[in-house]
């Protein structure tokens, strides 16, 4: 077996792949976020096209575009909407994720409570700083 790569040159060459990607992404996020601003402008103009002549859909030769409704929901006041959600027996209401730092939290200062089917997975990281 050959000698291993010295840990000096794993970190200097990690540094210098970590930072060739970011400057990938940064130069991605701005190409991306330019042409993200076009398809709103016309995302925007094909709405008002849809509103102005009372159309829900349009076919065009280079295709169809339709408009629909989209509701999002949220609270400001979240001690008020658990408590709707316990009055009414609704946790349907709510995703069905676990807040990972909550729960982190809930089983260091309770390590006897275990929620039934609860999975854990551990790994360990690595994290690396210039010098």
């Not at 010295?6 to 992404?25: G, N, Q, T, Y």
């Not at 609270?75 to 676990?98: G, Y």
Request: hydrophobic share 35%; aromatic share 8%.
């Amino acid at each position: 077996m050959g000698d291993a790569i010295p840990v000096e040159k794993l970190v200097r060459v990690f540094i210098k792949i970590r930072d060739a990607r970011s400057a990938l992404k940064a130069k991605f996020d701005e190409e991306d976020g330019a042409l993200k601003d076009k398809l709103d402008t016309i995302r925007h103009a094909l709405l008002e096209h849809c509103k102005e002549h009372e159309v829900e859909s349009v076919r065009t030769a280079a295709g169809i575009f339709y408009r629909s409704v989209k509701r999002r929901y949220w609270t400001s006041d979240w001690e008020s909407m658990h408590k709707f959600i316990l009055e009414h027996s609704e946790p349907s209401l709510l995703d069905k994720r676990i807040n990972q730092t909550n729960m982190r939290q809930f089983l260091d200062d309770n390590p006897e409570l275990v929620p039934k089917g609860l999975n854990a997975d551990t790994e360990y990281t690595i994290s690396v700083r210039k010098a």
